[in-house]
């Protein structure tokens, strides 16, 4: 139906996509699956013309075909299902199923709406606003919609993160008719499980390239295998401290927030831990991290922390956007981070930041504005802001975009920073990261705890089963 | 202070700006070095008239400084203009006790105290509103703006009307004591000048030099990324709020005791959203507000004369501030969008 050929793209120097094919045939549920930044996403975006190709072809019904834009895309057939809902929380669902369609009277639309819920078996209220909806509803009413609108080539991203298991029987058995009516459909998704029970055939994508296809049956290890770099097994970990008293105590805590929140997650985090956290991105473990420093407040359970005298540091992921403050300057976030004031002069904070300046490397002066600065360097900022006197860090992603000498310098800094009492924790895509920095790892999984061990007992191929969904993984 | 082309920022704002309003004058017929002699005439060439615009100026400049303190904050205080209106009553509140046995200078003393607190009410009842009922800053001073002009026209009206009869030419005069001093041959009163320069250095010291000006503009900048820092952003575009009602407040209590001697309906006389218009042309920066405040202050006293020998009407002076401020956004948002560019 639809072929890919040696489709590339580079953003700048980063190669995100290299010579990849894809073949779509219609009546077929095709699976793509990678972990993180693994081209999945850019791919998907050039099928739907968001982006560009930057070499390859795209070969549909024997012609050469140009996607420039989504609306291209749409001609053809090409209809997505995005992992956050594309609609209007403000309309009504019949509203929002008449977007982008004929003209159609009112009267007709709602007729075929009903028609499609009754098909589908769906329960949407047409006259409610889609804010009162829940997220596997709008994703019923959109799904609705592609059909309405002859989409012929589906495609899904990640579509049962946030929806409750029910809804996922729904949205399986409409897949399964839809396949049934010839639609090829695409399935993006972390999760092995959804792959062997949906999927006729899989492609497996990492940096950017295909690395491996199957048609059924398939091999989860073999998936594993060809998703993953290999690693030699069980590398010693980096850190061995002794934990002891309770630094942080999650009782039964729930949040709605995040694209999957919290489900009820116990755990006791000690001093003296380094804890990992692991999953796939959106698991929970951003609002776990948010949570445990207070920028969220639970819907219900109970947080508590143990030396409320020092508050922790949180080191967000987005450094420039939550981290810090663009227009200030690197000395006023070191005064702003330090006791120096109430009166400032030009040299409040000098000799502290030229310290700090000095010991993390940074290239800038006291004066240099944030936003000027590049991303290792605002890692390094912002680990010089932490107050000596602070026990517990809290950290999403903290060797993001670093290369690898910038990583591992990171680290360092940090083991050196944490008394034998003081506690880490922290958020990485990176299992082999997680293994080496960690002394604990707390994989997350649709906003649960699913697997709790300390690193030293756990190993790469036992990780990487527990993001995807797999219970009880085997080491 | 200049673009990124070189140009004077000043030159790329009044150029323009002047010259829209001369083609428009040209238009109608009339000679825009004639209206620049106008204005000029009504307003610094003499001791008289330049008596005159201090006394606009000094309440531009107070609203300004508040308007600096919640801009930094990243908060749009619409409101303020309410918070000028309420100082005015807080201060009348004091002057109207009548047999206190307390000095004069106390009792003006105590109607600025009264009128700072009034002001700084209203304020903190928009960030209230903002920070409790999740209302924008915008509706919400808007709001009170309409229920202070209320809050005015019924004291005017009710238990402040004139002996005999409720008049909207306001309250009766207050007892001549009052009065804030004036020496002869001036037509502003030292102290009040002196508590407006006071007030700025304030306003610049706090903001450029403390602490505290620093957590102002670092939650103004980045709400979220100041919680990291230990700020709670509510709490302190909260304490901005008051501060700026505060201020404003402060320039009602001008109005009161030094310009009009009594309430009147119209005792704001539009200082507070002019003030906004000042502060955006002064793009938010502290040392450039009082001369913008006096530049305002000219174009408002000087267009007086307008009327008397050319037969235009004053609002003349509010189409050259109006044109200014586009002219002055338009510049600020052009070259931040060349420098977007230049960034990607």
């Given at each position: 139906m639809i072929k890919l050929t040696n489709i590339s793209k580079t953003f700048g120097e980063v190669r995100a996509l290299h010579k990849v094919n894809l073949n779509i045939y219609p009546g077929t549920i095709h699976g793509i699956i990678g972990e993180n930044g693994a081209g999945k996403s850019t791919l998907m975006k050039i099928l739907t013309g968001f982006i560009r190709r930057s070499s390859g072809n795209v070969i549909y019904q024997s012609k050469n075909i140009n996607l420039q834009s989504p609306r291209d895309a749409r001609e053809i057939g090409i209809g997505m299902l995005y992992q956050e809902p594309l609609d209007f929380p403000l309309l009504t669902v019949l509203d929002n199923f008449m977007t982008g369609g004929s003209s159609f009277p009112p009267s007709r639309q709602r007729a075929n709406l009903s028609r499609l819920c009754s098909d589908f078996g769906f329960d949407l209220d047409p006259d409610c606003r889609v804010?009162?909806?829940?997220?596997?509803?709008?994703?019923?009413?959109?799904?609705?919609?592609?059909?309405?609108?002859?989409?012929?080539?589906?495609?899904?991203?990640?579509?049962?993160?946030?929806?409750?298991?029910?809804?996922?029987?729904?949205?399986?058995?409409?897949?399964?008719?839809?396949?049934?009516?010839?639609?090829?459909?695409?399935?993006?998704?972390?999760?092995?499980?959804?792959?062997?029970?949906?999927?006729?055939?899989?492609?497996?994508?990492?940096?950017?390239?295909?690395?491996?296809?199957?048609?059924?049956?398939?091999?989860?290890?073999?998936?594993?295998?060809?998703?993953?770099?290999?690693?030699?097994?069980?590398?010693?970990?980096?850190?061995?401290?002794?934990?002891?008293?309770?630094?942080?105590?999650?009782?039964?805590?729930?949040?709605?927030?995040?694209?999957?929140?919290?489900?009820?997650?116990?755990?006791?985090?000690?001093?003296?831990?380094?804890?990992?956290?692991?999953?796939?991105?959106?698991?929970?473990?951003?609002?776990?991290?948010?949570?445990?420093?207070?920028?969220?407040?639970?819907?219900?359970?109970?947080?508590?922390?143990?030396?409320?005298?020092?508050?922790?540091?949180?080191?967000?992921?987005?450094?420039?956007?939550?981290?810090?403050?663009?227009?200030?300057?690197?000395?006023?976030?070191?005064?702003?981070?330090?006791?120096?004031?109430?009166?400032?002069?030009?040299?409040?904070?000098?000799?502290?930041?030229?310290?700090?300046?000095?010991?993390?490397?940074?290239?800038?002066?006291?004066?240099?504005?944030?936003?000027?600065?590049?991303?290792?360097?605002?890692?390094?900022?912002?680990?010089?802001?932490?107050?000596?006197?602070?026990?517990?860090?809290?950290?999403?992603?903290?060797?993001?975009?670093?290369?690898?000498?910038?990583?591992?310098?990171?680290?360092?800094?940090?083991?050196?920073?944490?008394?034998?009492?003081?506690?880490?924790?922290?958020?990485?895509?990176?299992?082999?990261?997680?293994?080496?920095?960690?002394?604990?790892?707390?994989?997350?999984?649709?906003?649960?705890?699913?697997?709790?061990?300390?690193?030293?007992?756990?190993?790469?191929?036992?990780?990487?089963?527990?993001?995807?969904?797999?219970?009880?993984?085997?080491? | 202070m200049t673009s990124s082309l070189g140009i004077p920022r000043f030159i790329i704002i009044t150029v323009p700006a002047l010259g829209v309003v001369s083609l428009l004058l040209l238009s109608l017929g009339i000679s825009p070095l004639t209206i620049a002699i106008t204005l000029a005439r009504g307003s610094v060439l003499s001791w008289l008239k330049f008596n005159h615009v201090l006394s606009v100026w000094i309440p531009l400049l107070l609203c300004s400084c508040g308007l600096l303190f919640t801009f930094r904050a990243g908060l749009w205080n619409i409101g303020i203009e309410g918070q000028v209106v309420c100082g005015a009553i807080g201060a009348t509140l004091v002057l109207r006790l009548g047999n206190t046995y307390l000095p004069a200078a106390m009792l003006l003393s105590l109607s600025f105290l009264s009128a700072f607190l009034a002001g700084g009410v209203w304020g903190a009842l928009a960030g209230f509103l903002k920070n409790r009922g999740g209302v924008n800053e915008i509706f919400g001073g808007l709001g009170l703006n309409f229920v202070a002009q209320g809050a005015i026209l019924w004291f005017i009206l009710g238990p402040w009307k004139r002996e005999g009869m409720a008049s909207m030419s306001g309250t009766d005069l207050f007892a001549r004591e009052l009065w804030m001093w004036v020496p002869r041959g001036w037509r502003t009163a030292p102290a009040a000048l002196i508590l407006t320069v006071t007030v700025f250095l304030f306003t610049a010291f706090i903001l450029s030099a403390t602490r505290f000006g620093l957590k102002i503009k670092a939650v103004g900048l980045n709400p979220k990324a100041s919680r990291l820092f230990g700020i709670n952003p509510d709490l302190t575009g909260f304490t901005a709020m008051i501060i700026g009602g505060g201020l404003a407040g402060l320039a009602g209590a001008v109005q009161v005791s030094c310009v009009y001697h009594r309430l009147i309906p119209s005792i704001s006389s539009g200082y507070g959203y002019l003030a906004l218009l000042i502060v955006m042309l002064a793009n938010y920066k502290v040392t450039l507000t009082p001369i913008i405040c006096l530049l305002f202050a000219c174009l408002t006293a000087g267009s007086i004369q307008l009327p008397i020998t050319l037969q235009i009407d004053s609002s003349l002076s509010g189409v050259i501030q109006g044109t200014l401020v586009l002219s002055g956004l338009l510049a600020h948002g052009l070259q931040q969008r060349r420098l977007l560019r230049k960034g990607s």
């Amino acid at each position: 139906m639809i072929k890919l050929t040696n489709i590339s793209k580079t953003f700048g120097e980063v190669r995100a996509l290299h010579k990849v094919n894809l073949n779509i045939y219609p009546g077929t549920i095709h699976g793509i699956i990678g972990e993180n930044g693994a081209g999945k996403s850019t791919l998907m975006k050039i099928l739907t013309g968001f982006i560009r190709r930057s070499s390859g072809n795209v070969i549909y019904q024997s012609k050469n075909i140009n996607l420039q834009s989504p609306r291209d895309a749409r001609e053809i057939g090409i209809g997505m299902l995005y992992q956050e809902p594309l609609d209007f929380p403000l309309l009504t669902v019949l509203d929002n199923f008449m977007t982008g369609g004929s003209s159609f009277p009112p009267s007709r639309q709602r007729a075929n709406l009903s028609r499609l819920c009754s098909d589908f078996g769906f329960d949407l209220d047409p006259d409610c606003r889609v804010n009162q909806i829940t997220v596997g509803e709008r994703q019923q009413l959109e799904l609705l919609r592609l059909i309405q609108q002859g989409t012929k080539i589906l495609i899904l991203d990640e579509p049962t993160s946030g929806i409750s298991e029910k809804q996922q029987d729904l949205l399986f058995t409409a897949l399964r008719n839809l396949k049934a009516g010839g639609t090829a459909i695409l399935l993006v998704s972390h999760k092995l499980d959804e792959i062997e029970l949906l999927c006729d055939d899989v492609t497996v994508l990492r940096h950017g390239e295909v690395t491996a296809y199957w048609k059924r049956p398939f091999d989860r290890d073999a998936m594993l295998l060809a998703m993953f770099d290999t690693v030699p097994e069980s590398k010693p970990t980096a850190v061995n401290y002794t934990a002891v008293e309770p630094v942080l105590d999650f009782h039964k805590v729930s949040s709605g927030k995040g694209r999957s929140g919290l489900n009820s997650v116990s755990t006791t985090i000690r001093a003296g831990e380094v804890v990992g956290l692991a999953g796939v991105d959106g698991s929970g473990q951003s609002v776990f991290l948010q949570l445990a420093f207070g920028l969220l407040q639970p819907d219900s359970g109970r947080i508590s922390r143990s030396r409320e005298s020092v508050s922790p540091a949180f080191l967000p992921a987005d450094r420039l956007a939550e981290g810090l403050v663009p227009g200030l300057t690197i000395r006023e976030h070191q005064i702003l981070s330090s006791n120096i004031g109430p009166v400032i002069t030009s040299k409040s904070g000098l000799a502290k930041t030229r310290r700090a300046i000095k010991s993390y490397n940074i290239v800038g002066s006291p004066e240099t504005a944030v936003k000027d600065l590049s991303g290792g360097n605002l890692q390094r900022l912002l680990l010089s802001l932490i107050p000596n006197d602070v026990q517990l860090i809290l950290m999403e992603n903290p060797t993001r975009g670093l290369d690898l000498q910038s990583a591992s310098w990171t680290w360092e800094q940090l083991h050196n920073r944490i008394t034998p009492d003081g506690t880490i924790i922290f958020a990485s895509p990176d299992l082999e990261e997680l293994l080496q920095q960690s002394s604990r790892i707390l994989t997350f999984y649709n906003g649960s705890i699913t697997l709790d061990t300390p690193a030293h007992a756990t190993n790469y191929r036992q990780l990487s089963r527990a993001v995807t969904g797999e219970k009880d993984p085997a080491i | 202070m200049t673009s990124s082309l070189g140009i004077p920022r000043f030159i790329i704002i009044t150029v323009p700006a002047l010259g829209v309003v001369s083609l428009l004058l040209l238009s109608l017929g009339i000679s825009p070095l004639t209206i620049a002699i106008t204005l000029a005439r009504g307003s610094v060439l003499s001791w008289l008239k330049f008596n005159h615009v201090l006394s606009v100026w000094i309440p531009l400049l107070l609203c300004s400084c508040g308007l600096l303190f919640t801009f930094r904050a990243g908060l749009w205080n619409i409101g303020i203009e309410g918070q000028v209106v309420c100082g005015a009553i807080g201060a009348t509140l004091v002057l109207r006790l009548g047999n206190t046995y307390l000095p004069a200078a106390m009792l003006l003393s105590l109607s600025f105290l009264s009128a700072f607190l009034a002001g700084g009410v209203w304020g903190a009842l928009a960030g209230f509103l903002k920070n409790r009922g999740g209302v924008n800053e915008i509706f919400g001073g808007l709001g009170l703006n309409f229920v202070a002009q209320g809050a005015i026209l019924w004291f005017i009206l009710g238990p402040w009307k004139r002996e005999g009869m409720a008049s909207m030419s306001g309250t009766d005069l207050f007892a001549r004591e009052l009065w804030m001093w004036v020496p002869r041959g001036w037509r502003t009163a030292p102290a009040a000048l002196i508590l407006t320069v006071t007030v700025f250095l304030f306003t610049a010291f706090i903001l450029s030099a403390t602490r505290f000006g620093l957590k102002i503009k670092a939650v103004g900048l980045n709400p979220k990324a100041s919680r990291l820092f230990g700020i709670n952003p509510d709490l302190t575009g909260f304490t901005a709020m008051i501060i700026g009602g505060g201020l404003a407040g402060l320039a009602g209590a001008v109005q009161v005791s030094c310009v009009y001697h009594r309430l009147i309906p119209s005792i704001s006389s539009g200082y507070g959203y002019l003030a906004l218009l000042i502060v955006m042309l002064a793009n938010y920066k502290v040392t450039l507000t009082p001369i913008i405040c006096l530049l305002f202050a000219c174009l408002t006293a000087g267009s007086i004369q307008l009327p008397i020998t050319l037969q235009i009407d004053s609002s003349l002076s509010g189409v050259i501030q109006g044109t200014l401020v586009l002219s002055g956004l338009l510049a600020h948002g052009l070259q931040q969008r060349r420098l977007l560019r230049k960034g990607s």
